[in-house]
């Protein structure tokens, strides 16, 4: 545990994101609780040990912490397991995040993690296939495994796209990089 704790520690640090204990604590217990049911419910594709999970999952969710800003209502559209919203809804609690999974089994998974850590997002348990299906408009869209360009249009006007988009439907407004990621911050 002392490994995922430090590389947390170091991460968090070379991102410019100051975490008290508690928060450490809480983004400790997701990793756990990522790997024990990842084996029951297959959370993410690969066999990843807790460092590995660490390094190439949970780090690269909290990239855009610095463009976040205050009271923005936040949707991590496709959520899966959570790694874009639990990071960032631990060390933003003050954040509106909203995680949207169709599959059932996932969103068992997110609203177990909601208890587990107390945390206070909100879980939605549907398939979108256009803006109409959701009862609320969000200020930006984060997209880890989803292309940004199935995102229906009007949910909102910016989408944080954890990839280097390539496409020609959307405006890139800036990116980030960070280590070998590239986030783009794409105009909806």
């Not at 928060?23 to 594709?45: A, H, M």
């Not at 850590?117 to 979108?128: A, R």
């Not at 989803?146 to 995102?151: H, M, R, S």
Request: zero cysteines.
């Amino acid at each position: 545990m002392f490994h995922v704790k430090h590389s947390l520690v170091e991460g968090l640090k070379e991102l410019g994101i100051a975490a008290d204990e508690k928060k450490l604590q809480s983004l400790i217990q997701y990793i756990e609780e990522l790997i024990q049911w990842n084996d029951r419910i297959n959370l993410f594709s690969r066999r990843l040990n807790k460092e590995e999970l660490t390094e190439k999952l949970i780090l690269p969710s909290l990239i855009p912490y610095k463009i976040i800003r205050m009271g923005e209502k936040l949707l991590d559209f496709g959520a899966g397991a959570g790694l874009v919203g639990i990071p960032l809804a631990v060390i933003l609690p003050e954040a509106s995040i909203d995680l949207l999974e169709s599959t059932a089994k996932k969103a068992t998974f997110l609203r177990h993690i909601r208890t587990t850590l107390s945390l206070d997002i909100g879980i939605i348990n549907q398939f979108i296939s256009n803006s109409k299906d959701l009862n609320h408009r969000y200020d930006t869209v984060l997209a880890r495994a989803v292309d940004p360009e199935g995102i229906p249009p009007g949910i909102s006007k910016r989408i944080i796209y954890y990839g280097e988009y390539k496409g020609d439907k959307l405006k890139l407004d800036a990116s980030i990089e960070w280590k070998n990621w590239k986030i783009s911050i794409l105009l909806a």
